[in-house]
Nanobody
């Protein structure tokens, strides 16, 4: 299982970013996919979950209405669209497959003016 994240960067408050996680080594469409984040000095937290099969989604309360998780089965890629970004969204964001316990390398998101 290999997960490669991209799309992080520096953005001003109120801006948007789209993170990508390219997956390989397993049948992508059948598994739950998730995004976590870890801010400096804080524990890693679940941000969004996308269920395998029915594509139902769950979000942590702090990002509801602002973030959207989705997948492109043809590209074996899961996305996290992040809108109306706030300074408190600053963190390293990780792609995670619960069934395999596999993590990507992370991508840094910094929200600052």
């Amino acid at each position: 299982v290999q997960l490669v994240e991209s799309g992080g960067g520096l953005v001003q408050p109120g801006g948007s970013l789209r993170l990508s996680c390219a997956a390989s080594g397993f049948t992508f469409s059948s598994y739950d996919m998730s995004w976590f984040r870890q801010a400096p000095g804080k524990e890693r937290e679940l941000v969004a979950m996308l269920r395998g099969g029915n594509d139902r989604t769950n979000y942590v309360d702090s990002v509801k209405g602002r973030f959207t998780i989705s997948r492109d089965r043809a590209k074996n890629t899961v996305y996290l669209q992040m809108n109306s970004l706030k300074p408190e969204d600053t963190a390293v964001y990780y792609c995670y497959v619960p069934s395999f316990g596999s993590w990507g390398q992370g991508t840094q998101v910094t929200v600052s003016s």
